[in-house]
């Protein structure tokens, strides 16, 4: 006696049958019957935590556009394929609400000009710190030198930069952690040399 399958189960093996499509082929037309069955899917979701239906529609194109990208990292046995794209969605939201909460800095704006009193030694000081950091940033090994770039420079969390490297998160951490103490070492508790 055969046995019949739930219309999930089905639908959870078609849409792995498509990623992995994606991911072993770069199969246009699988990727297109995920993008048609998970945008209008994800779009809700995305609204119904808050967002409004434009950031909603960018965001979908961005976790779908990081599907088609990442796909070879999809591994069945962490989760199903619909876990880890709402996974993808969830934590896209979650980086656009931090960046709407720390804006780009205006170069312009009169409250970060600098004062005109401030002396030329402090000016010397400071044009001399900030060469022996650049030094020191430089000095480190690539990997970690990228990371605090990443997370100092460009203010992004560590999530967001595990997910960009496809690194293990614990690893992300360990490397800025050994990146920052290597940094203080070399620069001396007060940040010079």
């Known amino acids: 006696m055969a046995t019949v399958s739930s219309p999930t189960t089905i639908e959870a093996r078609q849409l792995a049958l498509w990623l ?4 072993d082929l770069r ?3 699988a990727f297109v019957e995920l993008f048609g069955h998970f945008a209008p899917r994800l779009k809700g979701y995305l609204v119904r935590l808050g967002c409004e239906i434009g950031t909603a529609e ?3 194109q961005d976790v779908m ?3 088609w ?5 999809y591994d069945a046995a962490q989760a199903g394929v619909s876990t880890w794209i709402y996974t993808i969605a969830r934590n896209r939201r979650i980086d656009r609400l931090r960046s709407e909460r720390h804006p780009t800095i205006d170069p312009d704006d009169p409250l970060l000009v600098r004062d005109e009193a401030e002396n030329a030694l402090q000016g010397i000081e400071t044009a001399e710190r900030e060469h022996s950091l650049r030094s020191a940033i430089g000095r480190l090994p690539k990997e970690q030198a990228e990371l605090l770039q990443m997370a100092f420079f460009e203010d992004r969390p560590h999530s967001g930069i595990a ?4 690194l293990p998160l614990g690893t992300v951490k360990s490397r800025i952690r050994l990146a920052l103490a290597r940094l203080r070492r070399e620069l001396g508790p ?3 040399v």
């Open 20 to 23: 992995g499509r994606v991911a």
């Open 27 to 29: 199969d246009r037309a």
């Open 58 to 60: 960018e965001l979908v």
């Open 65 to 67: 556009l990081t599907v």
């Open 69 to 73: 990208r990442r796909a070879e990292s």
């Open 163 to 166: 997910a960009a490297t496809r």
């Open 190 to 192: 007060d940040g010079s």
